[in-house]
């Protein structure tokens, strides 16, 4: 079974540009997760859709910060402009609509660098 | 409000000898728990989970947690470890409340030390 695709897996940026990135959740999977980790710090949840829908994305910046779902698979999150605070790992995660098995399953990460 | 605690950021052990993580968690509904590995530069890989039954969980590589009710608490435990345990801990908690919500705790860093 392939397990969560996330591209690029490093990005270096100057403030103000944009970025995007995008994940492919494990086939099947209805539930996709973007999570935000700074150095140092647990990942904190950005949003979260169900199918194409959004289910949760109250701590997203939606100033600079725009994410999408497109057909319920895929998923491209987006930064624009970036400012320095936003150098991080950013994961994605995906699960089953109703888990049995219960955990999340995450991608490698998008390393962000912004100068 | 749901919360995930862990109080050592950093716990360093040398090779061979016992470590514990701690975790303790804050919740008012029930709660599935998980203890997540991060290596450098990689994702999170799932390392043990508690959905219901017996409260002593084995995991992958040796590793094992206990969850605790009374002390709302799930504590990591690898009697004895190696180099390759080096890694970032992270314990969560599952709330479901009309959907699936993961709440991380920060982390510890475990340092094997030869």
Same mark, same amino acid.
Request: charged share 20%.
């Given at each position: 079974? $392939? /397990?969560?695709?996330?591209?690029?897996?490093?990005?270096?940026?100057?403030?103000?540009?944009?970025?995007?990135?995008?994940?492919?959740?494990?086939?099947?999977? $209805?539930? %996709?997760?973007?999570?935000?980790?700074?150095? /140092?710090?647990?990942?904190?949840?950005? =949003?979260?859709?169900?199918?194409?829908?959004?289910?949760?994305?109250?701590q997203l910046p939606k100033d600079r910060f725009s994410a999408e779902r497109l057909k319920g698979v895929d998923s491209t %999150?987006? =930064?624009?402009? $970036?400012?320095?605070?936003?150098? $991080?790992?950013?994961?994605?995660?995906?699960?089953?609509?109703?888990?049995?098995?219960?955990?999340?399953f995450f991608g490698e990460g998008s390393r962000l660098t912004v100068l | 409000a749901q919360s995930v605690t862990q109080l050592d950021s950093q716990v360093p052990v040398f090779e061979e000898a016992p470590v514990e993580l701690r975790c303790n968690y804050s919740s008012s509904v029930s709660v599935y728990l998980f203890w997540y590995v991060q290596y450098p530069n990689q994702g999170l890989q799932l390392l043990l989970k508690y959905l219901s039954g017996s409260t002593l969980v084995k995991g992958i590589n040796g590793f094992e947690a206990e969850f605790n009710k009374s002390q709302t608490s799930f504590h990591l435990r690898k009697p004895s470890v190696h180099i390759s345990d080096t890694a970032e801990y992270f314990c969560a908690v599952r709330v479901t409340s009309g959907t699936y919500k993961y709440i991380f705790g920060t982390g510890t860093r475990l340092k094997v030390l030869a």
């Open positions: 079974e $392939a /397990g969560v695709a996330q591209s690029p897996r490093y990005k270096i940026i100057e403030k103000r540009q944009s970025v995007a990135f995008w994940c492919n959740p494990i086939s099947g999977h $209805a539930t %996709l997760y973007w999570y935000q980790q700074i150095l /140092g710090q647990g990942p904190k949840l950005l =949003i979260q859709f169900q199918n194409n829908g959004v289910v949760d994305d109250s %999150l987006k =930064i624009q402009p $970036a400012k320095l605070e936003d150098s $991080a790992v950013y994961l994605c995660a995906s699960s089953p609509y109703r888990p049995d098995t219960g955990e999340l | -």
